[in-house]
Nanobody
Framework: QVRLVESGGGLVQAGDSLRLSCATS????????KGWFRQAPGKERESVAA???????YYAESVKGRFTISRDNAENTVYLQMNSLKPEDTAVYYC???????????????????WGQGTQVTVSS
């Protein structure tokens, strides 16, 4: 059974940093795109960042320059470093994986095959 388990969420103040981690199991890690999504209260889930096995990266415009996605293939883990957090970053953050044997970068919700359970990030002003 494929599992994606997020950790690292919490309550912080505006301007602070957090690092989210997503540990995956039972995946051929390098053949999967890893992505981070978020869903704020009353809003649709949106793509935040994604990274391919070869290191191609996508960022949503709203997080460019503040968030950094990375992956450790040896540890089957993907990270989201979030700096300069804003109250509008408050959301449940989800890790996701999309099968991509060609390595093509995917970052849309409908392209994801597996999802984690989510971790809450709350940024106070």
């Amino acid at each position: 059974q494929v599992r994606l388990v997020e950790s690292g969420g919490g309550l912080v103040q505006a301007g602070d940093s957090l690092r989210l981690s997503c540990a995956t199991s039972r995946l051929t890690f390098s053949r999967y795109i890893k992505g981070w999504f978020r869903q704020a209260p009353g809003k649709e889930r949106e793509s935040v960042a994604a990274i391919s096995g070869s290191g191609d990266i996508y960022y949503a415009e709203s997080v460019k320059g503040r968030f950094t996605i990375s992956r450790d293939n040896a540890e089957n883990t993907v990270y989201l470093q979030m700096n300069s957090l804003k109250p509008e970053d408050t959301a449940v953050y989800y890790c996701a994986a999309a099968y991509s044997p060609t390595g093509r970068l995917k970052y849309n919700e409908y392209e994801m095959n597996y999802w984690g359970q989510g971790t809450q990030v709350t940024v106070s002003s």
